[in-house]
């Protein structure tokens, strides 16, 4: 349990180091993450016997389901907000995460198959786990459609409602690889009793890969509201200009 | 090195997605700049009139 908690503390001290930063320092630190953990995974981390080599795919896969829960947690936390203030910085947060979250969803999806190939020996099975991180993905690919270009409160309202239902798909998933015999194997990171199922040199490099995807979704996030933000401020000042010329 | 081309594809599958993701973003957040930029002058010259 403690375990759980360090980690809960170490994902949420992201938002307050990306307050601090600047784009180019932020974008220097995420790089050289990224690289460490690239020379971690191939150079230090130990090769898995059983699964042999495929299973540094492990690294990137789960950093990037720990990600796409992150960026939906944040979608249904500023969906709330955007219901209860109605401010349009919540919905820019929202709309922002949900389009990153669905890109790291896709990841997740392409390189879970790849790793359950060889495995499995299967591309996919339609087990819970698997079916349910579709679902999520297909009800964030159904929130971003709803948010096409314009930007309209009725639907922005709409897709607050999707993007907080949607999220209950999140501890779905959690509880199914948890508790439902799947094809999915169980969490290896924190086990029950708050034991974890890696080695020490395996651990340091998934804690390293994290934190580079992490750096990454707020580098994202950073430049994707920067285009909601500009393209707000195109149809305000378009808006201006048309009356201005009609006047 | 079995299944060496699994990890392979995975890795640069993750890497190509995340590279056109961010340069999408990129070239987009410019081209709206420099709209903004052009859409800001244009209104200046408006209200100078």
Redesign the interface.
Known sequence: MQKWWTIMLFVMAFPCIYLCMNRVFHATVMCITMNVAIMLIFLYAPTEKMQ???Q??FY??VS?AITMFFAFFLVCVASIMYLWKNSDWWDTIALSAAEIGV?FC??VL??GP??A??IWGTWWSWDPTLTLTLVLWLIYVAYLMLRIETYDPKRARFAAILGIIGFVDVPLIRWSVEKWRTLHPKPVLIQEGGTTGLTSAMLLTFLVCLVAFLL?FFY?LR??M??VQ??H??EV??H??DE??VG | ????W??F???S??WT??CV??IR??Q??KE??V??RN??A??ER??TK
Request: include cysteine; proline fraction near 2%; hydrophobic fraction near 55%.
């Open positions: 042999g080599i495929v540094k795919i990137f896969h990037s890109v896709t990841l392409i390189t790849l790793w190939r060889p990454l994202l430049e994707r920067s285009v500009s393209r401020a195109l000042l378009r201006d200009i201005l010329c | 090195m079995k299944n060496f699994y990890l594809a995975a890795y599958i993750i997605a995340l993701y961010m973003l990129s987009k957040n709206l700049q709209e903004l859409l800001r244009q209104l408006i209200l």
